[in-house]
């Protein structure tokens, strides 16, 4: 072979193509395979029943389909031509594609052949590497093949249709037909296949040898050799780490044992003319039960290697082999790999401390980085590949590990770290290879005697682009680029590895050494990322997802894992990887379980820390319990009972340990509850802070913010709660306290009120939730007021011509007599309003708490937002005045108008309805409000109270709700909101002066009461004034009123005789 052709065979192209060509291949028959096995993503033409005739026919006569004398059989086919047709062109030139790569790759290898290529892992690193992957790639196309079942009715029906709609078949279907049946038994066609090419496999193969050695020690092993210790020679830790291969020491175990066990399958012979060989081979036998094929598609070495050889004369030996290496794999590779991850997480926790305290050891020791990196996600996918296919083992705890989160934990900040530091490594490398690699390699081409032209120009271009590298591109972030630099190597071991090349690679240890060292130096520069992939990706797990739900669980259950339980939800930002461009219709799915996953995770973690919370919360309430008067009684009685002298109490009656007796302990080993409800808090939360956030495909996931939703849920869930017993009357509002109140009922279980409203606890739920948690909060207020005015609206309607009659006409006593008892569910208007206040009242507990925490935390920001509030004025441009007073909300500062109420109202408006109908139905909701007053003067509960300073119906919670409500409406279709309330107030004056005229005492039983809704009215809006008041309900009636109020209740209070 003359040397031009050497260069002519682009070997170094070819392989890179292929393999890439391949891995996409091997994608697509998976996804068809999947899509196939499932009912709900096969073509649907598959599940029809008239449809079975016809798939039959086909996989009986393939490839020798005739529709012409098949019509009877292929009727239904015929009618649905067009769409199978459609549905199977993607599925059909998928086969065709595999066939296309087996003849190119067939191509490839002859011509490798002929060429007498030297394969050396240790030399041609880049060359070996491709051949190997290729080899594998293809036989596992092959084996994939042959497990899409429906392979044959798939092609066969394209076939059919294509003739129907054409008039003739596809040009490729004779080939690819043949292909089909000639891999019927897709090993035993593989093996006569390789078996030319056994020379060269076997050779590449062998250089394996002493590599796969090193990669498969046990753990013991690893300890003695002190495996990834930066310290235990200090004196050499700044050396730089290397060998003579670098990309070796951090190549893939697994892909070894996939090279080693598919490579020795198919060229077989070699196993017993080779000792070397059949060592090798035994060795990889006893590591692993499967290997995988693609994804969760693996290959059962010992049973596939003995059903293959079974068929073989004289392989009886072989069999006994596989029999015998099975027995040792299922009996110790278990523990095996169980040692090493122990290892590994002690070693790594270990190296990432060093270095993130050190980080500037990462330009020396960054190949340590990558092969721990390596060395883990070896064992997390070996782990992966046989907890989910291992069904029977005498020891199955060797085959699950409740503490690889702390695995997938640190493998996570390895990478964290380097992604961090990343200026470090190219700091380090670039002086590294402009004034060592640089100066090494020059020195060695001058050293060679033979040096042809092509190879000549390579080398010299690798010195000039690595001699102009300086420090300063590193500083101006200027980005790199080697991937030339890399690709020129790999063709240059493609020359030098061919049996007739001048120049040879084997011949040349120096060249090899240096090339291979700058290769990992260059992609310190630019390709980091790129390598953090190659080592450590994960998404294996996307197609293990009841594994993976399942690790997770025990995670949650191993109290000393809880910290590294946000591992799981990060390893799903690995899951883009496992997508390919060659099958597109893929990323959809990957995406949704990676999200989903995702979401599943991290809201796992924040309801568990809630429930921590609320358990944590129960068990102080207990502990306070405790200390209430009733408890010291049984104290109080032993003490006097001694000092009498008096018998003690019954043997068997328990002694009560006094408040305080948990926090005495002997040691720390005694543990209570709360310890251990304090402790998973901390753990879990610490994980969910450990990252502030973090890509999954295009989403941007917030770990803390799940922790924050589900505080909102279920504090929104107590919200309800409180509101419904204030709803119910079992909770009044103090406004004097600033706190809901309970009101004790007997026989009824005692509820404090006031231990969950009070300001302290307000400040303590806006320092929990936080500003968005506020808003939530808010948000949901919002939400049951809107449901309330829904329902006011209806009301209104209903009542709308007589509510008209009596706005027109509420100075004319006779015909208001006659108009009010036409109005129908006045007492549903008060409670509603009455909620309405309730919550309106409770939101402004929450907001006053926010404004105490907020100008704790941020004083600067507080005094501009109250400057700039007390700048609004009336004539102000109201779309401007919301947006201040919607920032002054934000912050805890009450206003005039709330904005987030009039968002909530303004989105209650319809289509439907006219914006002066919505403006007549607010005018008349205050009409009605303003008649219906006096009817709260019969109820026995409206009575005003000076201890809470306020009714026992909440009524006091009206004025509020009116005031507010009011301003928000008329906001919204901007009206003057004083107008309004004037007509309120004057409305409602006019309903509670009647009540003096009225005969009936049940009637006026609570009239002064009722009477000082008037001055809470004025007292809540800064719309009106006693001035105004003063003009319709003259304030003596309100000064009376407070004075029989006042000696009323100083009557209650005077002992019975």
């Given at each position: 072979?003359?040397?031009?052709?050497?260069y002519?065979?682009?070997?170094?192209?070819?392989?890179?193509?292929?393999?890439?060509?391949?891995?996409?291949?091997?994608?697509?028959?998976?996804?068809?395979?999947?899509?196939?096995?499932?009912?709900?993503?096969k073509?649907?033409?598959?599940?029809?029943?008239?449809?079975?005739?016809?798939?039959?026919?086909?996989?009986?006569?393939?490839?020798?389909?005739?529709?012409?004398?098949g019509?009877?059989?292929?009727?239904?086919v015929?009618?649905?031509?067009?769409?199978?047709?459609?549905?199977?062109?993607?599925?059909?030139?998928?086969?065709?594609?595999?066939?296309?790569?087996?003849?190119h790759?067939?191509?490839?290898?002859?011509?490798?052949d002929?060429?007498?290529?030297?394969?050396?892992?240790?030399?041609?690193?880049?060359?070996?590497?491709?051949?190997?992957?290729?080899?594998?790639?293809?036989?596992?196309?092959?084996?994939?093949?042959?497990?899409?079942?429906?392979?044959?009715?798939?092609?066969?029906?394209?076939?059919?249709?294509?003739?129907?709609?054409?008039?003739?078949?596809?040009?490729?279907?004779?080939?690819?037909?043949?292909?089909?049946?000639?891999?019927?038994?897709?090993?035993?066609?593989?093996?006569?296949?390789?078996?030319?090419?056994?020379?060269?496999?076997?050779?590449?193969?062998?250089?394996?040898?002493?590599?796969?050695?090193?990669?498969?020690?046990?753990?013991?092993?690893?300890?003695?050799?002190?495996?990834?210790?930066?310290?235990?020679?200090?004196?050499?830790?700044?050396?730089?780490?290397?060998?003579?291969?670098?990309?070796?020491?951090?190549?893939?175990?697994?892909?070894?044992?996939?090279?080693?066990?598919?490579?020795?399958?198919?060229?077989?012979?070699?196993?017993?003319?080779?000792?070397?060989?059949?060592?090798?081979?035994?060795?990889?036998?006893?590591?692993?039960?499967?290997?995988?094929?693609?994804?969760?598609?693996?290959?059962?070495?010992?049973?596939?290697?003995?059903?293959?050889?079974?068929?073989?004369?004289?392989?009886?030996?072989?069999?006994?082999?596989?029999?015998?290496?099975?027995?040792?794999?299922?009996?110790?590779?278990?523990?095996?790999?169980?040692?090493?991850?122990?290892?590994?997480?002690?070693?790594?926790?270990?190296?990432?401390?060093?270095?993130?305290?050190?980080p500037?050891?990462?330009?020396?020791?960054?190949?340590?980085?990558?092969?721990?990196?390596?060395?883990?996600?070896?064992?997390?996918?070996?782990?992966?590949?046989?907890?989910?296919?291992?069904?029977?083992?005498?020891?199955?705890?060797?085959?699950?590990?409740?503490?690889?989160?702390?695995?997938?934990?640190?493998?996570?900040?390895l990478?964290?770290?380097?992604?961090?530091h990343?200026?470090?490594?190219?700091?380090?490398?670039?002086?590294?290879?402009?004034?060592?690699?640089?100066?090494?390699?020059?020195?060695?081409?001058?050293?060679?005697?033979?040096?042809?032209?092509?190879?000549?120009?390579?080398?010299?271009?690798?010195?000039?682009?690595?001699?102009?590298?300086?420090?300063?591109?590193v500083?101006?972030?200027?980005?790199?680029?080697?991937?030339?630099?890399?690709?020129?190597?790999?063709?240059?071991?493609a020359?030098?590895?061919?049996?007739k090349?001048?120049?040879?690679?084997?011949?040349?240890?120096?060249?090899?050494?240096?090339?291979?060292?700058?290769?990992?130096?260059?992609?310190?520069?630019?390709?980091v990322?790129?390598?953090?992939?190659?080592?450590?990706?994960?998404?294996?797990?996307?197609?293990?997802?009841?594994?993976?739900?399942?690790?997770?669980?025990?995670?949650?259950?191993?109290?000393?894992?809880?910290?590294?339980?946000?591992?799981?939800?990060?390893?799903?930002?690995?899951f883009?990887h496992?997508?390919?461009?060659?099958?597109?219709?893929?990323y959809?799915?990957?995406?949704?379980?990676?999200?989903?996953?995702?979401?599943?995770?991290?809201?796992?973690?924040?309801?568990?820390?809630?429930?921590?919370?609320?358990?944590?919360?129960?068990?102080?309430?207990?502990?306070?319990?405790?200390?209430?008067p009733?408890?010291?009684?049984?104290?109080?009685?032993?003490?006097?009972?001694?000092?009498?002298?008096?018998?003690?109490?019954?043997?068997?009656?328990?002694?009560?340990?006094?408040?305080?007796?948990?926090?005495?302990?002997?040691?720390?080993?005694?543990?209570?509850?709360?310890?251990?409800?304090?402790?998973?808090?901390?753990?879990?939360?610490?994980?969910?802070?450990?990252?502030?956030?973090?890509?999954?495909?295009?989403?941007?996931?917030?770990?803390?913010?799940?922790?924050?939703?589900?505080?909102?849920?279920?504090?929104?869930?107590?919200?309800?709660?409180?509101?419904?017993?204030?709803?119910?009357?079992?909770?009044?509002?103090?406004?004097?306290?600033?706190?809901?109140?309970?009101?004790?009922?007997?026989?009824?279980?005692?509820?404090?009120?006031?231990?969950?409203?009070?300001?302290?606890?307000?400040?303590?739920?806006?320092?929990?939730?936080?500003?968005?948690?506020?808003?939530?909060?808010?948000?949901?207020?919002?939400?049951?007021?809107?449901?309330?005015?829904?329902?006011?609206?209806?009301?209104?309607?209903?009542n709308?011509?007589?509510?008209?009659?009596?706005?027109?006409?509420?100075?004319?006593?006779?015909?208001?007599?006659?108009?009010?008892?036409?109005?129908?569910?006045t007492?549903?208007?008060?409670?509603?309003?009455?909620i309405?206040?309730?919550?309106?009242?409770?939101?402004?507990?929450?907001?006053?708490?926010?404004?105490?925490?907020?100008?704790?935390?941020?004083?600067?920001?507080?005094?501009?937002?109250?400057?700039?509030?007390?700048?609004?004025?009336?004539?102000?441009?109201?779309?401007?005045?919301?947006?201040i007073?919607?920032?002054?909300?934000?912050?805890?500062?009450?206003?005039?108008?709330?904005?987030a109420?009039?968002?909530?109202?303004?989105?209650?408006?319809?289509?439907?309805?006219?914006?002066?109908?919505?403006?007549?139905?607010?005018?008349?909701l205050?009409?009605?409000?303003?008649?219906?007053?006096?009817?709260?003067?019969?109820?026995?509960?409206?009575?005003?109270?000076?201890?809470?300073?306020?009714?026992?119906?909440?009524?006091?919670?009206?004025?509020?709700?009116?005031?507010?409500?009011?301003?928000?409406?008329?906001?919204?279709?901007?009206?003057?909101?004083?107008?309004?309330?004037?007509?309120?107030?004057?409305?409602a004056?006019?309903?509670?002066?009647?009540?003096?005229?009225?005969?009936?005492?049940?009637?006026?039983?609570?009239?002064?009461?009722?009477?000082?809704?008037?001055?809470?009215?004025?007292?809540?809006?800064?719309f009106?004034?006693?001035?105004?008041?003063?003009?319709c309900?003259?304030?003596?009636?309100?000064?009376?009123?407070?004075?029989?109020?006042?000696?009323?209740?100083?009557?209650?209070?005077?002992?019975?005789?």
């Amino acid at each position: 072979m003359s040397l031009p052709s050497v260069y002519q065979h682009k070997f170094a192209e070819k392989l890179t193509i292929l393999n890439e060509r391949g891995k996409g291949v091997l994608v697509r028959m998976y996804n068809i395979k999947k899509t196939c096995m499932d009912s709900r993503t096969k073509p649907s033409f598959f599940t029809e029943k008239t449809m079975e005739s016809s798939i039959k026919y086909i996989n009986k006569k393939f490839p020798n389909l005739d529709t012409r004398s098949g019509t009877q059989h292929l009727g239904p086919v015929h009618k649905e031509k067009a769409d199978i047709f459609r549905a199977l062109t993607s599925y059909y030139q998928t086969f065709v594609d595999v066939m296309e790569f087996r003849d190119h790759v067939y191509e490839l290898l002859n011509t490798m052949d002929a060429s007498l290529c030297h394969f050396d892992i240790h030399l041609n690193y880049d060359f070996t590497k491709n051949y190997l992957d290729l080899i594998v790639t293809y036989a596992s196309a092959i084996l994939l093949l042959s497990r899409i079942d429906d392979r044959k009715a798939l092609i066969g029906l394209y076939q059919c249709t294509h003739e129907m709609i054409h008039g003739s078949g596809d040009a490729s279907f004779p080939r690819l037909g043949q292909m089909i049946l000639e891999y019927e038994n897709p090993l035993r066609k593989l093996m006569e296949e390789f078996g030319p090419h056994t020379k060269a496999v076997s050779n590449a193969l062998l250089s394996l040898h002493f590599l796969f050695a090193r990669r498969n020690h046990s753990a013991d092993q690893w300890r003695s050799d002190q495996l990834f210790s930066l310290i235990n020679n200090p004196a050499n830790m700044l050396a730089p780490a290397s060998s003579d291969t670098m990309a070796c020491e951090y190549l893939s175990l697994e892909v070894l044992e996939r090279w080693i066990v598919i490579g020795f399958l198919l060229c077989h012979s070699c196993l017993g003319s080779t000792q070397s060989c059949l060592d090798l081979w035994r060795a990889a036998l006893r590591g692993s039960l499967y290997i995988a094929l693609i994804r969760d598609e693996v290959l059962s070495i010992h049973k596939v290697a003995e059903e293959a050889f079974s068929s073989i004369k004289g392989y009886g030996k072989r069999i006994a082999d596989i029999k015998e290496c099975k027995e040792h794999a299922v009996a110790n590779s278990g523990q095996l790999h169980r040692g090493r991850r122990h290892f590994l997480r002690n070693a790594v926790r270990e190296m990432e401390t060093i270095l993130a305290n050190e980080p500037g050891l990462l330009g020396p020791k960054a190949v340590y980085v990558f092969m721990a990196l390596s060395f883990c996600r070896d064992e997390v996918t070996w782990l992966c590949r046989h907890s989910e296919h291992v069904s029977k083992s005498k020891n199955p705890e060797e085959f699950t590990d409740s503490y690889l989160a702390e695995l997938l934990f640190l493998m996570e900040k390895l990478r964290r770290l380097v992604r961090r530091h990343q200026n470090i490594l190219q700091r380090y490398h670039v002086q590294y290879l402009s004034h060592f690699d640089a100066q090494v390699l020059s020195n060695i081409i001058q050293d060679l005697t033979v040096c042809p032209e092509e190879e000549s120009v390579i080398m010299s271009s690798f010195v000039n682009s690595l001699s102009s590298l300086t420090i300063k591109q590193v500083e101006e972030k200027k980005k790199f680029e080697f991937s030339g630099l890399r690709l020129d190597w790999f063709r240059l071991q493609a020359y030098t590895s061919v049996s007739k090349a001048p120049l040879q690679l084997r011949e040349n240890h120096d060249i090899a050494k240096v090339m291979n060292l700058i290769v990992f130096h260059t992609k310190m520069l630019d390709s980091v990322e790129d390598l953090m992939v190659e080592t450590s990706d994960v998404s294996i797990f996307c197609f293990y997802v009841r594994l993976l739900e399942k690790l997770f669980a025990s995670t949650m259950e191993e109290p000393s894992m809880l910290r590294y339980s946000i591992a799981f939800p990060l390893l799903c930002a690995d899951f883009s990887h496992a997508s390919h461009p060659l099958c597109p219709e893929e990323y959809p799915h990957l995406q949704s379980c990676a999200l989903g996953l995702c979401n599943n995770f991290l809201e796992e973690m924040a309801k568990q820390a809630c429930t921590c919370i609320l358990d944590a919360s129960a068990e102080q309430r207990n502990l306070s319990e405790q200390l209430l008067p009733k408890h010291c009684a049984a104290t109080i009685s032993k003490a006097r009972n001694k000092r009498t002298q008096k018998a003690s109490a019954k043997k068997g009656e328990p002694e009560r340990d006094k408040p305080g007796a948990e926090s005495h302990r002997k040691d720390r080993s005694l543990v209570t509850n709360l310890d251990k409800l304090h402790l998973t808090l901390t753990e879990i939360c610490w994980s969910l802070n450990n990252v502030t956030s973090f890509a999954v495909f295009e989403h941007t996931v917030t770990p803390a913010e799940y922790l924050n939703s589900q505080l909102e849920t279920r504090l929104s869930r107590y919200l309800e709660s409180l509101l419904r017993q204030a709803s119910m009357g079992s909770i009044v509002l103090s406004p004097s306290m600033q706190t809901f109140v309970s009101i004790p009922k007997e026989g009824e279980q005692t509820f404090s009120a006031e231990e969950f409203s009070d300001v302290s606890e307000m400040r303590a739920l806006a320092e929990l939730l936080g500003p968005y948690g506020m808003k939530f909060l808010s948000d949901n207020l919002m939400w049951h007021i809107t449901s309330q005015m829904v329902e006011l609206k209806k009301l209104v309607t209903e009542n709308m011509d007589v509510l008209v009659q009596i706005r027109s006409n509420f100075y004319q006593p006779e015909q208001m007599a006659a108009l009010l008892p036409r109005l129908t569910a006045t007492e549903n208007v008060l409670k509603r309003m009455t909620i309405i206040g309730e919550i309106l009242w409770f939101r402004s507990l929450a907001q006053e708490g926010l404004r105490e925490v907020f100008t704790n935390h941020c004083p600067f920001l507080m005094g501009p937002i109250e400057s700039l509030k007390e700048f609004v004025d009336p004539d102000m441009d109201i779309k401007v005045t919301l947006s201040i007073f919607e920032l002054a909300t934000a912050a805890g500062v009450p206003c005039d108008i709330d904005p987030a109420l009039v968002s909530a109202l303004s989105s209650l408006k319809k289509d439907s309805s006219s914006t002066e109908e919505d403006y007549k139905a607010a005018c008349l909701l205050l009409v009605f409000v303003a008649v219906s007053l006096p009817l709260l003067a019969t109820d026995p509960s409206s009575v005003y109270t000076t201890e809470i300073d306020g009714f026992f119906n909440n009524i006091h919670c009206l004025a509020k709700a009116i005031i507010q409500v009011s301003a928000a409406l008329f906001t919204i279709y901007n009206k003057n909101i004083e107008t309004h309330l004037k007509e309120f107030l004057m409305l409602a004056s006019v309903s509670l002066l009647q009540l003096g005229q009225e005969a009936d005492r049940l009637k006026t039983k609570n009239r002064e009461s009722i009477s000082l809704l008037m001055q809470l009215l004025v007292e809540e809006s800064s719309f009106l004034t006693t001035d105004m008041l003063e003009t319709c309900f003259p304030y003596v009636l309100l000064r009376n009123a407070y004075r029989e109020i006042s000696r009323s209740s100083a009557l209650s209070r005077l002992p019975t005789h």
